[in-house]
């Protein structure tokens, strides 16, 4: 009698402890730690409650216990899988956040996504868990198969034990942020506490509150009673001919002699080297590496620093004011044409409507560009985004902001033909590294040559007009280059996700004005002060805020920044100015 209920015990116990244990040790695995570190922790069985949930779900739905436990290990193998990915090209883990990209999938999503699959070992993965299930059909007896209201019954109570546990007030107190060891500044130091599944059902928690982030008054105060507007950086309305304004925001650009490696850029990137002879250029921090574009194109076109929101990881997606000031509508209110360039879906990160929201008259997508555009790789090329650029330019009327996104540099950077090879390969690669690293590097240093030489291409048309103009570029963050970084090490001894991109502002009288390292969300500020448009005051804040916290040695400035991120959310919130300026927020 003993045997037999060791023997019942262990078919319930065994598939569960199975599950848990061998799914902790495939998310240790996807971290590159060791399989059995934190094993049984706090974050081991909170980890196993929705997993537990769905081996009982399976199984009451499909009466079998062995075929639902492969599932399972499936599913969480196959997020696993996407999470050691999205490290290895991102730099970040697996987030709930990432789920948001469904609400504005398509097939441009989709085929962009599909380059990242080793299609290889996901057709056999497909095979194996075929023949598998076949043959668990064959040979396991299903249970309860005479007492279907019981199976259905069983699902119904796994549903609201789901619903009772994994969310609401149950949910929250269960994947709490102290007994999960969450941390903040590190979202894998956070998932080696807690788990995947533990890190993703905190934030799922967490995200519905993203935007509730504390207003500090008196630090409001603190700020702006150092903030002297009007003064040397005030934004001035300009006299006479209004300049055009044309942003790119380069995807994935850098400057890779910042590589220990890579000995001189002049001939890869001659017109990022001509700019910053002759215009204003500087480094920039941006709030994202190797992915994450929307993040950076946020803060530039807003002002607001996403460290002000540390639980919004998807700006365009999880903010959705009906008007969000900025760039755009400050552009538009001196009486300019507003355009937005992307050779992309304009459904892609929700940009198609976060884009009027900030202010856009006009937002041109792939569908859109002339008969003439062409890829170049997997995008469309820089190339085909300059000469629509130029096509609008060209358009008579009112003063031109043109805010151009390029594509063409996306990654991946492997197993990619482009349209010039003799080109790639004529390549200079970095010295003593891999045959992998070198192809990896000329696929992409290919592509920011063609950036390179489209900015070029603009400048010297912008020139050859005889009006005045600004000409601002940046990069959007650095490229998640897998093999490289691994071989490579960076001239200031940080590392990759640590490093600044470029950026560069030539045109109308603006030779000889020098260097300014800044942080992303700086550049509006900057980009109305080189045209001589008149800004919101809140940019002029953000501005000092920025130069003070790059510049300052004084102990009253150390905590600027969090100062700054109480601003950055009253102006958000609509509470910042006003009729009132900057005094009325006091």
């Known amino acids: 009698m003993r045997l037999i209920w060791r023997y019942h015990l262990m078919v319930v116990v065994g598939p569960f402890m199975v599950l848990t244990v061998g799914s902790w040790m495939m998310d240790r695995l996807s971290l590159g730690v060791e399989v059995d570190s934190y094993l049984f922790s706090y974050g081991f069985w909170v980890s196993a409650i929705p997993l537990s949930l769905l081996l009982t779900a399976l199984v009451a739905l499909t009466g079998r216990v062995c075929l639902s436990l492969a599932v399972s290990l499936l599913i969480v193998g196959g997020l696993c899988a996407i999470n050691a990915q999205k490290i290895g090209s ?178 890869l990137v001659p017109t990022l080297h001509r700019a910053f002879a002759q215009g204003v250029s500087g480094s920039m921090t941006v709030p994202t590496f190797g992915g994450g574009t929307l993040r950076t194109e946020f803060e530039v076109l807003t002002g607001i620093p996403l460290a002000a929101y540390p639980r919004v990881q998807f700006p365009y997606l999880q903010i959705s004011h009906l008007a969000i000031p900025g760039l755009a509508s400050t ?82 950077y492997k197993g990619v033909q482009v349209r010039d090879e003799a080109q790639r390969n004529a390549v200079s690669t970095p010295s003593g590294v891999s045959a992998a690293a070198c192809r990896e590097y000329s696929l992409y240093a290919y592509h920011i040559e063609e950036a390179d030489r489209e900015l070029g291409r603009l400048w010297d048309y912008l020139e050859h007009r005889k009006r005045p103009y600004v000409l601002v570029f940046y990069g959007d963050h650095l490229p998640g280059l897998e093999v490289v970084y691994h071989e490579t090490t960076f001239r200031d001894g940080l590392p990759a996700e640590r490093q600044r991109v470029p950026w560069v502002a030539v045109g109308s009288g603006l030779a000889g004005i020098g260097k300014q390292d800044i942080y992303a969300w700086m550049l509006p500020s900057e980009v109305l002060k080189l045209a001589r448009v008149k800004g919101p005051e809140y940019l002029d804040v953000a501005w000092t805020a920025g130069h003070l916290a790059l510049s300052s040695d004084d102990e009253r400035d150390a905590h600027v920044l969090d100062e700054l991120y109480s601003v950055a959310r009253m102006n958000l919130n609509g509470e910042f100015g006003g009729s009132g300026g900057l005094h009325g927020a006091l």
């Open 90 to 267: 991102l730099a970040s883990p697996l987030s709930v956040f990432d789920c948001y990209l469904f609400k504005s999938i398509d097939f441009d999503s989709l085929s962009l996504f599909a380059h990242y699959v080793n299609w290889r070992k996901f057709s056999l993965a497909c095979v194996v868990f075929a023949l598998g299930t076949a043959l668990l059909l064959r040979i396991e007896k299903p249970l309860l198969s005479k007492h279907l209201l019981l199976r259905a019954f069983i699902f119904i109570c796994v549903a609201g034990m789901a619903h009772l546990l994994l969310f609401g007030h149950v949910g929250r107190r269960i994947y709490d942020v102290d007994r999960l060891r969450v941390s903040a500044s590190s979202p894998f130091l956070t998932q080696f506490h807690a788990g995947l599944l533990g890190s993703m059902f905190y934030a799922s928690n967490d995200m519905d509150t993203a935007l509730d982030e504390p207003i500090d008054r008196l630090a409001v105060q603190s700020l702006l009673a150092r903030v002297r507007t009007g003064g040397e950086h005030g934004s001035v309305a300009g006299t006479g001919v209004q300049p055009d304004v044309v942003v790119i925001q380069s995807e994935s650009f850098f400057n890779p002699d910042i590589l220990n490696q890579v000995a001189d850029t002049r001939v």
């Open 331 to 412: 552009f538009d209110k001196a009486g300019y044409k507003t355009v937005a360039i992307h050779g992309n879906s304009g459904e892609f990160w929700n940009r198609r409507y976060a884009l009027k929201s900030l202010g856009f008259a006009k937002f041109i997508t792939a569908d859109e560009f002339g008969p003439n555009a062409y890829k170049d790789g997997l995008f469309l090329s820089d190339h085909s985004m300059t000469d629509e650029i130029i096509n609008q330019l060209g358009q008579a009327g009112q003063p031109k902001f043109v805010f151009a996104i390029s594509i063409e540099a996306h990654g991946p």
